[in-house]
């Protein structure tokens, strides 16, 4: 609706491949996908221009469903082997997908320190509120009083409000949006892919044959473009109250972005006046008399 298929020569079809999908009917993964193509294709990145690395789970499985460079590692450690490759190679955009279970349990410490240290990536919580692919196991966003699969009675610990935890960690980009509006989506993932440092877009994801709570029409209903509404992403504070107030309506869109803070490979002393990237310092680097001890 209104959003070109084909920009800069480029196509959202470039970034498909043959790979049936075995999403769950109505699963929000599939306008997360649309519109992460969408947005590539309007910055004009091929795939073979982007890394895109996948956690573990049904998101994850977007790995063998889109074209592009493509990383699928183990549950909870998207964060470190995308920031790796990002450092190892900045030229090179970075996109990292993760589910809500990885992120915030497997792997909460790895979303701590890829906050704070400024790694210049992109990163996309598929949020459906529960572990997937496992069926449906309570995750810590589950809503309190939900019944889930292991916890029939609702789950005895408390949920993490995850805009709070965020917000705690002086970030430079945060965004939420949602699967079913995938112009909003693809707004919100183009600026993130064009932002300075760690890009952080809690996407709420529908999963009907899970998530009873955050339904799609749950969703239609209480989000909406805080951007739209006259939001100016410029101030911490004022960004975190409408992130976190949540109690009527969920504020989408950029909710706070700061562009004056250097990232990670920026900070390096090593680094500062260095024209090459670490990936072509490897390239030449002779290691022939190296591997003869090997023989
Ligand atoms: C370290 C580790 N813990 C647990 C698992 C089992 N496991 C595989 S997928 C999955 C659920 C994934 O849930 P989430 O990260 O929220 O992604 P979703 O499936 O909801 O997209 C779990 C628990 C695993 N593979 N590795």
Redesign the pocket.
Known sequence: MGIPLETNGLSVNDYSCGTECTWCDGCGDYGIMAAAKRALVELGFAPHEVLLCF??????NMSDKMLGYRVHG???RVLPFASGAKLANPNMPVMAF??????FS?GVNHLVHSVRSHYPITFIL?N?A?????TG?A?ALTWQNQPMNTSPNGIPEDTIRPMEFIFSLQPTFVARTWSGDIPQMTRVFKAALQHRGFAFVDVLQA?PTYNKFTSHEWLLEHCYDANAEGHSPDNLEAGKKLACDTAEKVACGILYQNEDIPHFYERLQPRQNVKTTPVEEVAITDVSDLMKEFV
């Open positions: 956690d573990i789970g049904c998101h994850g183990l549950h909870g993760g589910g809500d279970g990885a992120s497997e598929h459906n529960n572990f997937g692919l496992t196991q995750s999963c």
